[in-house]
Nanobody
């Protein structure tokens, strides 16, 4: 069994910063992709950023230059540093773990609200 626990969401003014963390526990493999997705009200869940165990990173175009994803393999933790936040970044942010099994794992979600 795998559990993902997220933290770090909150309310921030436009232009501000937040840092999200996600700790994975349980049956964790050494090869995986960890990522952050978000879902705004009335919209589909979308990829924000992902990083594999080798350090290869992928960002959504909308966050390039503002968000930075990183991971600590020893701690099974992935981070998302979000700078220059915009109101359109408001969403529930979900941590995802893909260990190339039949199923992906998701965290419970953390709310990020950016006021204008």
């Amino acid at each position: 069994q795998v559990q993902l626990v997220e933290s770090g969401g909150g309310l921030v003014q436009a232009g501000g910063s937040l840092r999200l963390s996600c700790v994975a526990s349980g049956r964790i493999f050494s090869v995986s992709v960890m990522g952050w997705y978000r879902q705004a009200p009335g919209k589909q869940r979308e990829l924000v950023a992902a990083i594999n165990s080798g350090g290869t990173i992928n960002y959504a175009d909308s966050v390039k230059g503002r968000f930075t994803i990183s991971r600590d393999n020893a701690k099974n933790t992935v981070y998302l540093q979000m700078n220059s936040l915009k109101p359109e970044d408001t969403a529930v942010y979900y941590c995802n773990l893909n260990q190339f099994e039949p199923r992906n794992y998701w965290g419970q979600g953390t709310q990020v609200t950016v006021s204008s």
